[in-house]
């Protein structure tokens, strides 16, 4: 274990350092993190939502209040695209000496241009947005967009391509209007570019983007093999923004085919032809994306610095419900350099254990007709369908995955307590210096 950190002091650490440092990186980060009030505060309402007790499904239903529930999340916790887009562009440009709010409103306003206003059903179109792609389908388009058109406002804004107003007009007012013409180029090329996605094949941009990201993923096949493959590459997209609706598409097919499979034999008393292949699933996305229901309950207790004792407390709730979207975009995982291996690494590793403890006899027990919600916390869902040895490797699981993510949230939690007693220090330093300075 000392030799580990020691290389995660010596060669990995500074190199993620040197990387998180890139202006790119800390304004994405920064916009995942600023979704945290979304994320955390429907939570509640994401859960309540989801209850796995049919009378109150059915008062929920028959009250109409489930729609209002739906609504709800659908412009929070399912539109996170739309804030990070906005967000990211106002750090980039902020990061780089422009102003921050017109960076941002110049990448909502690309990031809108280039969406789809046309949606499909079977009768026909309807004009509208697809809220698709306004959620997790639309971050990693999103990303791409508030870079390159915030950085574009920046490039021009330097250059002084800016609208000069006498010294008389407000600040305020000067300040919106110096960037007319800088807009103008930046929109029109908007335009430009929505128009000649509409001449390609994808009819858009953004499924020209999560097109062309999975075409290079190949059909994975039903064995254990290519069940890791795919828990380990949904984990990937999700550390460079991109949902793993990517990958799902393609192997989709494998996954209903299998399913349906392993369910009409089992109904039939025959043996599961696909059981294997369950097996190494049976941990996929353990607590969410990314496996961090371990690291969600160690953080409260092991965390040092404020700011992720703050968070591990915030988070074991949703967390315990399968909600970790305020650790992915919160802590931050997702573009942290210091969590690609545990991140990727934990899907690595659940697989294997799948497969181990399928090889075990521990899954013989599995009912495939047993249905469950999301939100089913994950050793009480293992222990329905299983029974005590589902619950049991389900708490190994747990307790492994904690393990992976613990040296390195050891290495960021020491990094966080050193900005803050940095800043603790600063504001010492700027206090006695107020104390000292002669009254007038």
Same mark, same amino acid.
């Given at each position: 274990?000392?030799?580990?950190n020691?290389?995660?002091d010596?060669?990995i650490?500074?190199?993620?350092?040197?990387?998180?440092?890139?202006?790119?990186?800390?304004?994405?980060?920064?916009?995942?993190?600023s979704?945290?009030?979304?994320?955390?505060?429907?939570?509640?309402?994401?859960?309540?939502?989801?209850?796995?007790?049919?009378?109150w499904?059915?008062?929920?239903?028959?009250?109409?209040?489930d729609l209002?529930?739906?609504?709800?999340?659908?412009?929070?916790?399912?539109?996170?695209?739309l804030?990070?887009?906005?967000?990211?562009?106002?750090?980039?440009?902020?990061?780089?000496?422009?102003?921050?709010?017109?960076?941002?409103?110049?990448?909502?306003?690309?990031?809108?241009?280039?969406?789809?206003h046309?949606?499909?059903?079977?009768?026909?179109?309807?004009?509208?947005?697809?809220?698709?792609?306004?959620?997790?389908?639309?971050i #990693? @388009? +999103?990303?791409?967009?508030? %870079?390159?058109f &915030?950085g574009?406002?920046? $490039?021009?804004? !330097?250059?002084?391509?800016?609208?000069?107003?006498?010294?008389?007009?407000p600040?305020?007012?000067?300040?919106?209007?110096?960037?007319?013409?800088?807009?103008?180029?930046?929109f029109?090329?908007?335009?430009?570019?929505?128009?000649?996605?509409?001449?390609?094949?994808?009819?858009?941009?953004?499924?020209?983007?999560?097109?062309?990201?999975?075409?290079?993923?190949?059909?994975?096949?039903a064995?254990?093999?290519?069940?890791?493959?795919?828990?380990?590459?949904?984990?990937?997209?999700?550390?460079?923004?991109?949902?793993?609706?990517?990958?799902?598409?393609?192997?989709?097919?494998?996954?209903?085919?299998?399913g349906?499979?392993?369910?009409?034999?089992f109904?039939?008393?025959?043996?599961?032809?696909?059981?294997?292949?369950?097996?190494a699933?049976?941990?996929?996305? #353990? @607590? +969410?994306?990314?496996?961090? %229901?371990?690291? &969600?309950?160690?953080?409260? $207790?092991?965390? !040092?610095?404020?700011?992720?004792?703050?968070?591990?407390k915030?988070?074991?709730?949703?967390?315990i419900?399968n909600?970790?979207?305020?650790?992915?975009?919160?802590?931050?995982?997702?573009l942290?350099?210091?969590?690609?291996?545990?991140?990727?690494?934990?899907?690595?590793?659940?697989?294997?254990?799948?497969i181990?403890?399928?090889?075990?006899?521990?899954?013989?027990?599995?009912?495939?007709?047993?249905?469950?919600?999301?939100?089913?916390?994950?050793?009480?869902g293992?222990?329905?369908?299983?029974?005590?040895?589902?619950?049991?490797?389900?708490?190994?699981?747990?307790?492994?995955?904690?393990?992976?993510y613990?040296p390195?949230?050891?290495?960021?939690?020491?990094?966080?307590?050193?900005?803050?007693?940095?800043?603790?220090?600063?504001?010492?330093v700027?206090?006695?210096?107020?104390?000292?300075?002669?009254?007038?």
């Amino acid at each position: 274990m000392s030799n580990f950190n020691e290389t995660l002091d010596s060669k990995i650490m500074p190199a993620m350092s040197k990387l998180s440092e890139n202006k790119i990186i800390k304004s994405i980060q920064y916009g995942a993190m600023s979704t945290m009030p979304l994320s955390l505060g429907v939570a509640l309402i994401a859960i309540v939502a989801n209850l796995p007790f049919e009378p109150w499904m059915n008062w929920l239903s028959a009250t109409g209040i489930d729609l209002h529930m739906e609504a709800t999340l659908k412009v929070t916790l399912e539109s996170l695209a739309l804030y990070m887009t906005f967000i990211i562009g106002y750090y980039n440009a902020q990061e780089r000496g422009s102003n921050g709010l017109t960076g941002g409103v110049i990448s909502l306003g690309a990031f809108l241009i280039l969406m789809p206003h046309v949606i499909a059903y079977e009768g026909g179109t309807v004009s509208g947005i697809d809220f698709d792609y306004l959620g997790a389908d639309g971050i #990693f @388009g +999103g990303m791409i967009i508030a %870079i390159i058109f &915030s950085g574009l406002f920046v $490039f021009f804004n !330097k250059k002084g391509l800016v609208v000069k107003l006498p010294e008389s007009v407000p600040p305020k007012v000067a300040e919106s209007m110096s960037p007319t013409f800088i807009a103008m180029i930046i929109f029109t090329s908007v335009f430009l570019i929505r128009v000649a996605f509409s001449f390609t094949e994808y009819g858009d941009y953004f499924t020209a983007i999560n097109t062309v990201i999975g075409t290079p993923i190949l059909k994975l096949g039903a064995n254990p093999t290519s069940a890791v493959i795919f828990m380990v590459l949904t984990s990937a997209c999700w550390f460079f923004g991109i949902h793993p609706n990517v990958v799902l598409s393609m192997f989709l097919p494998v996954l209903m085919t299998t399913g349906t499979a392993n369910l009409n034999a089992f109904m039939g008393g025959e043996a599961m032809p696909y059981f294997p292949f369950t097996g190494a699933m049976m941990f996929y996305a #353990f @607590g +969410g994306t990314g496996n961090t %229901i371990g690291l &969600s309950l160690m953080m409260p $207790f092991v965390a !040092k610095s404020e700011r992720y004792k703050a968070l591990g407390k915030l988070n074991i709730g949703p967390a315990i419900f399968n909600i970790n979207e305020p650790l992915i975009f919160g802590l931050p995982i997702m573009l942290n350099p210091l969590f690609f291996i545990p991140l990727v690494g934990s899907s690595l590793v659940n697989g294997l254990l799948g497969i181990l403890f399928y090889n075990m006899g521990f899954f013989n027990a599995l009912n495939p007709t047993i249905s469950l919600p999301w939100v089913m916390p994950v050793i009480a869902g293992h222990f329905i369908r299983i029974g005590l040895l589902g619950a049991l490797t389900a708490s190994i699981v747990l307790v492994v995955d904690a393990l992976i993510y613990y040296p390195f949230f050891k290495k960021a939690d020491k990094l966080a307590l050193a900005e803050e007693q940095a800043e603790e220090a600063e504001q010492e330093v700027v206090s006695k210096e107020k104390t000292l300075q002669p009254e007038n």
